[in-house]
């Protein structure tokens, strides 16, 4: 799934590697995970079409989701076993955050894992 809605390319706009992200997507357009793959899968795979969400719990969804990524690709994604999770620390947005009405405190991969149980 990390794969298929291309979550190894998310960049927290506050992480620690953002300057650099916003740095390289000047030079050439950015291949990142955009807010439409997140109400893909609050849509498509979790909750449905009606199912209650909003705009900022898709925007919140995307940045819980930040870090989580795979392993044995190229440049900064050359890290871990080749397609096995690997949670990348510097590319997850930091903070707690809201996602249908819940507040997820836990940071790093911890965050990811309660907003994934939880929708």
Known sequence: MIALLDNQYSVGKDSELAPRAAQRSARQPAR???????????????????????????????????????????????????????????LHEPGAKTCLGKNYYEGGPRQGSAGAAAV
């Open 32 to 90: 990142t995970a955009s807010d439409t793959r997140r109400h893909e899968i609050l849509e498509l795979h979790t909750l449905g079409v009606n199912g209650g969400y909003t705009q900022a719990d898709v925007t919140s969804f995307a940045q819980i989701l930040t870090g989580r990524s795979i392993g044995g690709g190229k440049g900064r994604l050359a890290r871990g076993l080749a397609g096995r999770f690997y949670f990348r620390e510097n």
